[in-house]
T-cell receptor, first 115, second 113 residues
Framework: DAGVIQSPRHEVTEMGQEVTLRCKPISGHNSLFWYRQTMMRGLELLIYFNNNVPIDDSGMPEDRFSAKMPNASFSTLKIQPSEPRDSAVYFC?????????????FGEGSWLTVV | AQSVTQPDIHITVSEGASLELRCNYSYGATPYLFWYVQSPGQGLQLLLKYFSGDTLVQGIKGFEAEFKRSQSSFNLRKPSVHWSDAAEYFCAVGGGGSYIPTFGRGTSLIVHP
C-alpha cells in the first residue's frame, strides 16, 4: 500500500512568497496531522483533522499558517507570507484512528527553505 | 496530560554492541506506547508499539521494547547494533480514544565502526 504522500519534497522560496504544501493520506485513514520539525523546537504538532474536520489547531504558530482538508484524500498547509523562520521540515501524517490506538504513519516530509 | 521524556540526547555505541534507549512516560491510565526511527532525510518510521498483553514487544529491524509499569518506562533495545541503525529515535505515548500520541524530543544514535 502507498504511504502518506507529500509534495513538494523540497522547496526554496523567497521571503514574502506564498508556500503551499500538499498531502495525500493513506487510504482509509480518518485522521490527518501536520507536524513541523526544527533543530531548535523538535517535532511540533501544528494541526490535526478527524474525518476532514479540524479538531485542534492550537499548534499553528500564527495567522500566516492555514490548513485545509477538502476531502478524505487531500490536505494542504499554506504559509502566506513566508518568513525565514518558517524554514523547517513539514511532515504530514495519518492514522486509522481509535481502532489502531491512534498509531500515526508519517510521510517523507517537505523540506522548506525560506530565503 | 500525557508526556514522555527521553533522557539521552545522544548515544554513541560501537558496531556490534548492544543498545538500550531510554523512554519514560507520564500518563494516568494504561498507556499506548510507540517507538519510531528517523533516518537522515527521511520521515518517521514506526518500529513497534505496545497497547496491552505481553510487556516485551518485538518490532522491525531486530528491535524490541519492554513496558515496565512500575518504572513508567518503555526502553528500546537491540542486541547487536549495525552501522545502518544510526538515526534519530523517538518515543511516543498515547492513551487511545481521543488521546493522540505525544512525542519525546528524540535520541540521536551514533554508531562507531
Amino acid at each position: 500500500d502507498a504511504g502518506v504522500i507529500q509534495s513538494p519534497r523540497h522547496e526554496v522560496t523567497e521571503m514574502g512568497q506564498e508556500v503551499t504544501l500538499r498531502c495525500k493520506p493513506i487510504s482509509g485513514h480518518n485522521s490527518l496531522f501536520w507536524y513541523r520539525q526544527t533543530m531548535m523546537r523538535g517535532l511540533e504538532l501544528l494541526i490535526y483533522f478527524n474525518n476532514n474536520v479540524p479538531i485542534d489547531d492550537s499548534g499553528m504558530p500564527e495567522d500566516r499558517f492555514s490548513a485545509k482538508m477538502p476531502n478524505a484524500s487531500f490536505s494542504t498547509l499554506k504559509i502566506q507570507p513566508s518568513e525565514p523562520r518558517d524554514s523547517a521540515v513539514y511532515f504530514c501524517a495519518s492514522s486509522p484512528g481509535v481502532s489502531s490506538g491512534n498509531t500515526i504513519y508519517f510521510g517523507e516530509g517537505s523540506w522548506l527553505t525560506v530565503v | 496530560a500525557q508526556s514522555v521524556t527521553q533522557p539521552d540526547i545522544h548515544i554513541t555505541v560501537s558496531e556490534g554492541a548492544s543498545l538500550e534507549l531510554r523512554c519514560n512516560y507520564s500518563y494516568g491510565a494504561t498507556p499506548y506506547l510507540f517507538w519510531y526511527v528517523q533516518s537522515p532525510g527521511q520521515g518517521l518510521q514506526l518500529l513497534l508499539k505496545y497497547f496491552s498483553g505481553d510487556t516485551l514487544v518485538q518490532g522491525i529491524k531486530g528491535f524490541e521494547a519492554e513496558f515496565k509499569r512500575s518504572q513508567s518506562s518503555f526502553n528500546l533495545r537491540k542486541p547487536s547494533v549495525h552501522w545502518s541503525d544510526a538515526a534519530e529515535y523517538f518515543c511516543a505515548v498515547g492513551g487511545g480514544g481521543s488521546y493522540i500520541p505525544t512525542f519525546g524530543r528524540g535520541t540521536s544514535l551514533i554508531v562507531h565502526p
